[in-house]
């Protein structure tokens, strides 16, 4: 770990305020992926033709409307367009929409889901701005 050094003008008791208030915001911001949501699934999605796209449902336990969802193919996508969205309890719907100009037919993959509350990003107080 490196070693921290006083600086010019600030005292040991300043510098240790500052990095407390740190580890605060850090705690803080780490605070909503306690509750994150995880699913893991295999999906062949089959050749999709240019300007069509296809869709998948994938169960994601605890998941809710609104929440935020993140997820990642694990083959190149060769230029799709993926999103992800909670369309209803428990149910996550990934679409990939071809806009190449050609045919695309991704390998079968595993999909990565996560789903974060919508509620666990209330703004905690270290963060909140002020005019």
């Known amino acids: 770990m490196p070693e ?13 305020t500052l990095l407390d208030a740190f580890l ?27 300007g069509a796209e296809t869709a998948n ?12 969802v993140l997820v990642a193919l694990e083959v190149d996508v060769t230029d799709l367009v993926v999103d992800a969205q909670v369309t209803a309890a ?15 037919d ?6 990565n889901i996560r789903v974060l509350p919508e509620a666990s990003f209330d703004a905690p107080a270290a963060l909140t701005v002020t005019t």
């Open 4 to 16: 921290i050094t006083q600086t010019a003008g600030m005292s040991h008791a300043e510098l240790h």
């Open 24 to 50: 605060t915001d850090i705690t803080a911001v780490r605070a909503p992926l306690a509750g994150m949501l995880s699913a893991e699934e295999t999906w062949d999605a089959g050749s999709i033709a240019s």
């Open 57 to 68: 449902d994938f169960t994601v336990t605890g998941a809710a409307l609104g929440d935020f």
């Open 90 to 104: 428990d149910t996550v719907t990934v679409v990939l929409a071809n806009n190449t100009g050609g045919a695309v």
């Open 106 to 111: 991704l390998a079968s993959t595993t999909v």
